[in-house]
């Protein structure tokens, strides 16, 4: 299969982390599909495809049932092309002065948020699109999870952490039982990268961090687009239900 017949569908793509690797995919010659609630996934696709790309823009929001039952028709002739899924959406809310409530106040809303996005819609988003990924017998599920789930983090809410650590579990899950179809799923656990969402703390949270960070900056959504397109490849056909870590040495196990 060339890579134009293995069509890519990015969540929360519309900006950050997510729309570099939209780009760096459709770049390698896939047709991406990019997914956000925000309304910028339409300028996101128009860039991709001003740049020689193929890309088209959904609106989903990966914690609504609906939304996510309705991504075959959404997707169109495209679905039965599907080959790879990169579960990217997610949030990290903060508290007004730009740091992560504290458990002790932290509203019980928030957190079934940030568990049903960052956690439930992978889930959700995955397990719809297994049958197409099944049938053709190959696919490549890619989970953005966290440096905040590899160990503490001094940033991000316990909510976050925990639903990432929930996904690196659920990853470990689903590499398991989709090996036997030549379906492989990894992890990416970024270290600080300078999108939006890292712009949503405090400077001097950012700045602190990068001080440990060996390689000496933040990361660009660019530097974790470029180890989701090696994942996403037939070169990293042996890898599955691992974690790699993009974070300039920010952690090392
Ligand atoms: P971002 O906020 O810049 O982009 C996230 C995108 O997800 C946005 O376009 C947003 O609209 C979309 N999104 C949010 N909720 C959604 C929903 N319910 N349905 C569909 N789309 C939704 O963040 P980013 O920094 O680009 O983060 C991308 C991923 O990487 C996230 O999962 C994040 O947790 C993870 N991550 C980021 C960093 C970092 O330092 N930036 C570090 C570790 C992990």
Redesign the pocket.
Known sequence: MSNADKVALV?????????AIAHKLAALGHPVVV????E??EATAAAIRAAGGEARAIA?????DAAVAGLPTALGPWWERLGILV??????PKGPDGKARPIREMPAEEWRRVL???LT?AFLVSQACLPPLRARRWGRIIM?????ARAKSQIAGAH?TAA?SGLMGFARSLATELGPDGITVNS???????????R?TTEGANAAFAVNIPLGR??T?ED?AEVAAFLASEAAGYLTGATLDVGGGSYMP
């Open positions: 969540t929360g793509a519309a900006r950050g982390i997510g729309a997914a956000d609630v925000l910028e996934r989903l929001d990966v914690a609504e579960n990217n959406a997610g949030i990290s049903a996005v960052n819609g953005l999870t966290s440096q905040a976050y990432k990416i656990a970024p270290g600080r990268i300078d999108t939006p969402m890292a949503g933040l990361g959504p974790v």
